[in-house]
């Protein structure tokens, strides 16, 4: 079976004024329809720009300018415009970080779905209109009918959320990229989400790239989970795997951050020093200046390797050497 | 314990349609089309009384949509109450003459749920951060660089990118520039709307730090609004859980994550997940979602709530003492 998606060796760098920003540099994962891949990581290390890579929405100075993006098989970075338009918001959906790239601020939310709804349907504006209003109604949005009506404004923060998510399910997507999708919801109305998009992931067999900071969601969520850091992968396996057995010393760190992992009131735990300049990056493992396992062979690259089954990281001193 | 810093007193908001001309335009357009909807008022906030005392971190969690960014504004005095008083040191905003008005505003800070709307797109970071300092004079020229670079750094943010526009900052940076442009006016109050939401939790374990580091240091105070219970849990002294405009729940954080009493409370902490957990069902809700634009009446969560009964659905709960400190709205409490 080919894989839903398979991203090889993306590098998608942004060539700035101040010197080229290497946002992802040698990414490569996949993902099979109906499989939950997470993927966590440092702010900034390039987790949305991959996605944008897959949508084709990498705006100037940004480019892919090497890698291939296959999906269904298929090397969509060499798709003219017009084609990958007829993929985009169809069959590959993404949930933007920030709802407002989703959504017009001038246009009342009706308008915005019946035409997200018309541009890859054939269907009547009623018909739209009430696919609009019950895909609302499935992301917890009540009086669906009056809401429609309103302007992005007038909604909080949440609601826009769900918005975007309920346009990114419109379609039924072979393959969704949920960009920080639940963060402005409370837990029970993220869980009715996430109810949604397990049911998704079953019924239709939707492949979901979901990018996130919350790892209990992660957690809960997951098959398969990639870490970033710096743009790149430092990190795959199952989410068992990574979660209690993490082999990079950066996992482990963000790990031991979280706050149920530390007691009340006391200091969080933090990983010591700051994200280096991707301008900068120091030569060998980017990480290389705050891990506290970093010696000389620390200075050349380190390549992915397979210290375990089903586990792959880039470090020369995996935790797992350390601790047999 | 001190006096109180913030004081609302009886706040309600209620947002009517807007009249701007795009609002206008699609109004009238509805009514041709005979498709004008009915009731547009939306009650964000109903008179919620809060006392927030000086160095003192109060959260406030409850459901998306349920007025927490409305009371937010309104304590950061960026948005006027429909009824009711914001008190600051025991003033009525509303009532200070503008020099003291101006300078309140200036001891409220507000950090945005939503960095990138609340970022001006045409201007650099360095404007972004550090133009109110200098216009309220809390820099000189001459010391702005090393100022500027201070502020960057604390809130975790290289100063090489201090030219950059906002645009150019992933969402957990923008965030960032948020909470530094926050900080750099030396604060008294800080209201952080879902203020750590996009940041990774190593970063967010930084930021948190460094709130509870000028906390001790400065004695800055908090009103803490975010979806995440564990860091609610982490960092608060009180807790208040508001469900569509009410403040349903309110006492001391410990009380409130051991003995939580009111059932949205409970289901909320039911529903918190577990970074033990592995590949979990998650449920949908049971029960309808309110509307605060049709607000159900008696118990506004009567809906959704397991132990609704008939009165539930009439009667209105009063917020009231149900052990020391610890206040909840429900009616299961009159049994006891
Ligand atoms: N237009 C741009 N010009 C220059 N650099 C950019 C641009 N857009 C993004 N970057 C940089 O690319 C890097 C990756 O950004 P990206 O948005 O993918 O991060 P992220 O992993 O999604 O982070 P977050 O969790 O904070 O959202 C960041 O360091 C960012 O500063
Ligand atoms: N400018 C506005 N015009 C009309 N209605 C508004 C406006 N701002 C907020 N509302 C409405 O007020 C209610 C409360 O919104 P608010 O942003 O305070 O919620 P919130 O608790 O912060 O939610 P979230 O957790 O999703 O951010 C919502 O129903 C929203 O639609
Ligand atoms: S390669 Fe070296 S510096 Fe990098 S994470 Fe591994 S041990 Fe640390
Ligand atoms: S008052 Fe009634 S409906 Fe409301 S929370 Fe209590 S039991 Fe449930
Ligand atoms: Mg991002
Ligand atoms: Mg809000």
């Given at each position: ?10 590098r ?5 004024r101040a010197?080229v ?28 720009v ?21 999906y ?19 069959r ?7 709802p407002?790239m ?9 308008t915005?779905?019946i035409?997200?709804v ?7 504006r009623a018909q739209?209109r ?5 895909a ?5 949005i ?10 992005p ?5 949440g609601m ?6 309920a ?7 072979d ?11 409370d837990v029970?109305?993220q ?17 979901l ?7 209990s969601v992660?957690?809960g ?10 743009g ?11 979660l209690d057995?993490?082999?990079h ?13 530390n ?13 280096p ?19 000389a ?12 089954p ?5 470090c ?9 | 314990?001190?006096a ?6 009886g ?13 206008r335009?699609?109004r009238?357009?509805?009514r041709?089309l ?24 109060v959260?406030?969690v409850?459901?998306?949509?349920c007025?927490?960014s409305?009371?937010?504004?309104m ?27 101006r ?26 951060v550090?133009?109110a300092?200098l216009?309220?004079g ?39 520039i ?16 879902e203020?750590?939401?996009?940041l990774d ?13 000028l ?9 803490f609004?975010?979806?995440d ?13 508001m ?6 729940e309110?006492?001391a ?10 059932p949205?409370?409970q289901a ?5 997940p ?15 979602i309110?509307?605060?634009l ?9 809906p959704?709530c ?8 009439q ?21 006891l």
């Amino acid at each position: 079976m080919t894989a839903t998606l398979e991203v090889r060796n993306l590098r998608t760098h942004f060539f700035t004024r101040a010197g080229v920003v290497k946002a992802v540099d040698d990414v490569s994962f996949s993902i099979a329809g109906g499989q939950v891949l997470g993927l966590v990581g440092e702010s900034g290390s390039g987790k949305s720009v991959t996605g944008f890579s897959v949508m084709g929405l990498v705006d100037p100075p940004g480019h892919v300018v090497e890698g291939a993006i296959l999906y269904q098989g298929r090397d969509i970075t060499r798709l003219s415009e017009r084609d990958m338009r007829a993929l985009r918001g169809n069959r590959i959906a993404m949930i933007f970080q920030d709802p407002m790239m989703t959504l017009n601020p001038v246009l009342r939310i009706d308008t915005q779905m019946i035409e997200a709804v018309q541009a890859h349907a054939k269907v009547s504006r009623a018909q739209a209109r009430s696919r609009a209003r019950d895909a609302l109604g499935q992301v917890g949005i009540p009086s669906p009918d009056e809401r429609l009506a309103a302007y992005p404004h007038q909604f909080s923060g949440g609601m826009r959320q769900r918005v975007a998510i309920a346009i990114a399910l419109l379609h039924h997507p072979d393959l969704l990229i949920a960009d920080e999708p639940t963060t402005a919801l409370d837990v029970t109305i993220q869980a009715q989400i996430l109810s949604e998009v397990q049911k998704l992931a079953v019924t239709y067999g939707t492949a979901l790239i979901w990018i996130t900071h919350d790892l209990s969601v992660i957690a809960g969520l997951a098959d398969e989970i990639a870490v970033m850091y710096a743009g790149r992968i430092v990190e795959t396996g199952s989410a068992a795997r990574v979660l209690d057995t993490p082999l990079h010393p950066y996992t482990q760190g963000l790990i031991g951050s979280v706050p149920s992992r530390n007691r009340r009131g006391e200091k969080l735990r933090q990983i010591p020093g700051m994200t280096p300049s991707l301008l900068r990056l120091p030569p060998g493992c980017a990480f290389r200046t705050r891990c506290p396992h970093a010696d000389a062979a620390c200075e050349q690259e380190p390549e992915p390797s397979q210290p375990v089954p089903g586990q792959t990281t880039r470090c020369f001193h995996p935790l797992i050497a350390v601790s047999a | 314990m001190s006096a109180p810093i913030i004081e609302l007193r009886g706040i309600s908001k209620r947002f009517g349609p807007s009249y701007d001309a795009a609002a206008r335009l699609g109004r009238s357009i509805a009514r041709r089309l005979g498709t004008e909807q009915k009731n547009e008022i939306v009650q964000a906030v109903d008179r919620v009384d809060l006392s927030v005392a000086s160095g003192e971190v109060v959260g406030l969690v409850g459901e998306s949509g349920c007025g927490k960014s409305t009371i937010g504004r309104m304590v950061a005095g960026i948005m006027p109450p429909s009824e009711g008083s914001v008190l600051y040191k025991g003033q009525d905003i509303a009532t200070l003459p503008p020099d003291r008005a101006r300078d309140a505003k200036l001891k409220v800070q507000m950090i945005f749920q939503d960095p990138y709307a609340s970022l001006n797109p045409r201007l650099r970071v360095e404007d972004i951060v550090g133009e109110a300092p200098l216009v309220h004079g809390l820099v000189k020229r001459a010391d702005f660089a090393t100022y500027l670079d201070a502020q960057l750094r604390r809130a975790g943010l290289d100063p090489a990118y201090r030219r950059r526009y906002p645009h150019q900052f992933s969402g957990g940076q923008r965030q960032r520039i948020g909470i530094a442009r926050a900080l750099a006016v030396q604060p008294e109050f800080l209201v952080c709307d879902e203020a750590v939401a996009a940041l990774d939790v190593s970063i967010q374990a930084q930021i948190l730090n460094l709130f509870m580091d000028l906390r001790r240091e400065l004695d800055l105070t908090y009103l803490f609004i975010s979806h995440d219970l564990g860091v609610v849990e982490h960092l608060s002294d009180r807790v208040l859980i508001m469900y569509l405009g009410r403040i349903v729940e309110s006492a001391a954080t410990e009380e409130v994550f051991s003995r939580p009493n009111h059932p949205y409370t409970q289901a909320l902490l039911a529903e918190v997940p577990r970074i033990e957990a592995r590949k979990r069902r998650f449920t949908a809700i049971t029960g309808e979602i309110p509307s605060p634009l049709a607000p159900p009446s008696g118990c506004h969560f009567h809906p959704r709530c397991p132990h609704a009964m008939p009165r539930c659905v009439q009667e209105e709960p009063q917020l009231r003492d149900i052990a020391p400190g610890h206040r909840s709205a429900c009616h299961l409490n009159d049994r006891l």
